[in-house]
Nanobody
Framework: QVQLVESGGGLVQAGGSLRLSCVAS????????MGWFRQAPGKEREFVAA????????YYADSVRGRFTISRDNAKNTVYLQMNSLKPEDTAVYYC?????????????????WGQGTQVTVSS
């Protein structure tokens, strides 16, 4: 069992930055692909970014590529999402998720564990 706790959300003006963190419990963090998803009001949850468990490769949705950076620190059981040049359309609840040895990083149903989410609001 893995528990995920996100933090770092908040209110920021357009063009600003935030860094989200997600701390995982347990001893198997390094064997999980870690992903960030988001859900805006009235919309379905969507893939944002992921970092592979094996080679550490990173993957991004087109809408955030070049602005967001995902990284992980296996020694701290933590995954980060650095968000720069934020736009009002980035406003959403952001969720951290873990997928045991996962490779289908953008597929929501592949993820085994989810955090409770953290609200990010970008004002124009």
């Amino acid at each position: 069992q893995v528990q995920l706790v996100e933090s770092g959300g908040g209110l920021v003006q357009a063009g600003g930055s935030l860094r989200l963190s997600c701390v995982a419990s347990g001893r198997t963090f390094a064997k999980h692909t870690m992903g960030w998803f988001r859900q805006a009001p009235g919309k379905e949850r969507e893939f944002v970014a992921a970092v592979n468990w094996g080679d550490g490769n990173t993957y991004y949705a087109d809408s955030v590529r070049g602005r967001f950076t995902i990284s992980r620190d296996n020694a701290k059981n933590t995954v980060y999402l650095q968000m720069n040049s934020l736009k009002p359309e980035d406003t959403a609840v952001y969720y951290c998720a873990a997928d045991w040895r996962g490779f289908r990083f953008a597929v929501e149903s592949e993820y085994d564990y989810w955090g409770q989410g953290t609200q990010v609001t970008v004002s124009s």
